[in-house]
Every structure is written in C-alpha cells, then in structure tokens.
C-alpha cells in the first residue's frame, strides 16, 4: 500500500503485522502462530506524542520494538519521513538508528552494572563516530548529564549508585546522545514512584519542547498519558480499537474497551463517583482469538455479526472537527 508523501507526518504504519510461530509435535513443527501485532496501521506526525495504551499483553511494546526494527515485523510497512523503512539492512539501517531511538521500562535492567554512566551515555557516540576524539565526547556526555538534571559528578559513578529515577535520567541521555527525531518510550515511569513520574515526564516534555522531539509513549497508566499525549491510540489484543487527540478520547470516548478503561481511573474528590464498567470475563488468549470483533465476549454491546464480521478502524464524523477513529460495528 502507497502512502502519500505528508512533511507533517514523521512516521506511518500501514497493516503492521507480527506473528510468533508456535512449535510442538516431536520435529517441534510451527502447528500455529500468535498474532502480537495484528494489522495496525497509524499515523504520528512531527513534534507530537502519540500515546499507546492497553493492558498488559496487548501488543504495545511489540508494536513500539517492530517501527524500530528491534524486531522484524511479519508483514506490512513502516514509513519514517516518507521512506520505507521494513526493507533496510547494513549502513542504512545504522544511519536509521540515529534517528530512531528508544527508552526501556526498567532503568535497573537496561543499564549495564559493569560501565560508568560515560561509558553508558558515550557508546552510542562511539558506535555512530561523533565526536573528534575522547575528549569531545567526554563534553557532550557532561552536557547531556546537565539537560537531564543528573551532576556533572555522576559521569564516573555505576548504575548502582542512583536511585530508580536517576537511572532513567540516565536512560534518556544515552538515547539523546546521538540526536535522534523520533522516540520510542516505552512506558518509561511505570517502574518509577508517583513522585519521581512527574519529575520524568515534566523532563521529556521540556526535552521534547527544546529539541523538537517525537514520542510514541506507551503505557498502561491513562491519566500520565493523558497528561503528556496529543492523541492517543487504543490496542487491544493486538488490534488497534480506538485513535483520537487526548482530549476528545478521554471526554467522548466511543469504543466500549475505551470506555471501561476510563471508568477505572481514580477521581481524587471523594465526593465525586464515576459509573464503573466492570468487563465481564477475561482477555481471550491470543493463541486462540475469538471470531469477529475481538472484544464481543467482554462487551455489553454486542450482536450477533460482532461473533462474524471483524470491524474496520473507520473516521467518525465529529462536530468539534477533531478527528476521531473507532473500530466498532455500534460505536
């Protein structure tokens, strides 16, 4: 599938795939296959971030480790400012890795116990050759320490010697080092305390404000990415379900998975309720996905063509104008 050439849009996905064979039997023959990603397709442009939300298993970190080739996709494509990015190898795909960089869930185990945090943050400097000589590269990690509120003391120290959010302080420098465009974050403060989230993402939007960064940020905590995203994305089981700005979802929400999510965020007035939507059953095991929509054995608004037909991801025409995408025979 062509896409059109959009200067606004920095990243498309189009019918993104990505299936895990499942081998048994004595010769361990693949007798099936797990579809993580199946058959998403959106769009993120220049400068925003683009939240991904979900329960755990839904396909989220997949989906965010496959744009970035961590992890080759099954089928589908992957357009980085306008270039097909599924079929590069070699030096392309090393000069893509400047400009594609990610941020792990775990600072404790993404960063290695044996290296100081300049041999941490300079690696990338080394592997892409910037920087004259050890010198230099010394003064820019010093200088990414300073944008990301660590002390110019903590270039000599080990991982060990900082706290959780520290740690991915230092994550964030060692993807900044190389200078990328585009960020991957995934769900970089669910590992963090309440108090120290605010501090990270106050930092990433003030990154992001400074040097004119994109963000896909995943995670399953819906008031961060509320807070942080300008549009938000719904997966569920692999699917894609729901694509709207932060606003209009988390105020006309329309898909009925969206719509329970919401319904189980915590209001801090306790004089205030909120009707929850208890989902009845539990997520279908992706080895097995039920026929249709995927989400009619939980759904209060099934029918009977949700167990046959599987729903498309069509715009809803919406009078504020903000655009708005469902996948949902009923939405």
């Known amino acids: 599938m062509e896409t059109k050439p959009d200067s606004s849009v920095i990243l498309s996905v189009r019918n993104l795939v990505k299936s895990y064979p499942i081998q048994g039997g004595l010769f361990s023959r693949e007798v099936g296959s797990v579809k993580a990603v199946a058959d998403v397709s959106f769009d993120i442009k220049k400068g925003e971030t683009f939240g991904l939300v979900g329960e755990s298993g839904c396909g989220k970190s997949t989906l965010g480790r496959t744009i970035l080739r961590l992890t080759e996709s099954t089928s589908g494509q992957i357009f980085f400012k306008g270039q097909d990015i599924t079929t590069l190898a070699g030096s392309e795909l090393r000069k893509l890795r400047r400009q594609m960089q990610i941020i792990f869930q775990d600072p404790y185990a993404s960063l290695n116990p044996r290296m100081t945090v300049e041999s941490i943050v300079g690696e990338p400097l080394e592997i892409h050759r910037i920087g004259r000589d050890k010198q230099e590269r010394r003064e820019r990690v010093l200088n990414l320490l300073d944008r990301c509120g660590l002390r110019r003391e903590a270039i000599s120290r080990y991982p060990h010697e900082f706290s959780g959010g520290q740690r991915q302080r230092i994550c964030i420098a060692r993807a900044l080092a190389v200078e990328p465009e585009f960020i991957v974050c995934d769900e970089p403060v669910s590992a963090l305390d309440v ?72 209001i801090p007035d306790p004089t205030r309720k909120r009707d ?56």
């Open 276 to 331: 929850r939507i208890i989902l009845k059953g539990d997520v279908p095991s992706p080895l097995n996905p039920p026929s249709g929509c995927y989400f009619h054995p939980r759904c209060s608004k099934a029918q009977e063509n949700c167990k046959v037909t599987p729903p498309t991801l069509v715009d809803q025409p919406q009078a504020q104008g903000s655009p708005h995408s469902v996948s949902c025979h009923y939405a």
């Open 195 to 266: 108090s120290i989230q605010a501090q990270i993402v106050n930092l990433m939007q003030d990154l992001q404000r400074d040097l004119g960064l994109t963000y896909l940020f995943i995670a399953h905590d819906l008031k961060v990415v509320q807070h942080i995203s300008s549009r938000v994305g719904v997966m569920y089981l692999g699917k894609m379900v729901e694509v709207s700005t932060s606003d209009e979802l988390y105020h006309r929400a329309k898909h009925p998975y969206t719509q329970a999510l919401l319904s189980a965020i915590p």
